[in-house]
């Protein structure tokens, strides 16, 4: 894997060295509100350019992806939930104790057993 990330990077590095050596010329930044003029290589604002956005890009990523994380944390809540009662049950099989019930299937415990519509 570690092979397979300097393959693709070592590329990328050596064309974005290239497009700074060829792009050195200066220029020259108003910053509208402001009354200073910076002269900078055309390079370092083109690449500012670029990292800003694939920042915005990321953190746009990310944050949509929240409702899924959610659900993800839900799930596996549910899942060690189910496991613990899993575990349970074979423990109370293993002791002979399995025909006794622990509580009567009711309606709250009903409730734990089918996902409702507002679980989601």
């Known amino acids: 894997m570690r092979f ?3 393959l693709l990077t070592l590329p990328l590095l050596a064309a974005i060295a290239a497009f700074a050596v060829t792009n050195r010329g200066p220029v020259s930044l108003e910053l509208w509100p402001l009354p200073f003029v910076v002269t ?4 370092l ?8 956005g694939l920042a915005i890009g990321a953190a ?11 659900e993800m944390r839900r ?3 549910r899942i ?17 104790d399995a025909l006794r019930p622990a509580a009567p299937l009711g309606a ?13």
């Open 108 to 120: 709250a415990r009903h409730r734990d057993l089918v996902a409702s519509p507002h679980d989601r």
């Open 45 to 52: 604002v083109i690449l500012v350019a670029v990292s800003v």
């Open 80 to 96: 060690d939930a189910l496991e613990t009662e899993v575990q349970t049950l074979r423990r109370r099989i293993a002791e002979g």
């Open 60 to 70: 746009a990523t990310w944050m949509s992806a929240g409702i899924q994380r959610r």
């Open 4 to 6: 397979l990330f300097w």
């Open 75 to 77: 799930r596996g809540r």
């Open 40 to 43: 900078v290589p055309a390079f």
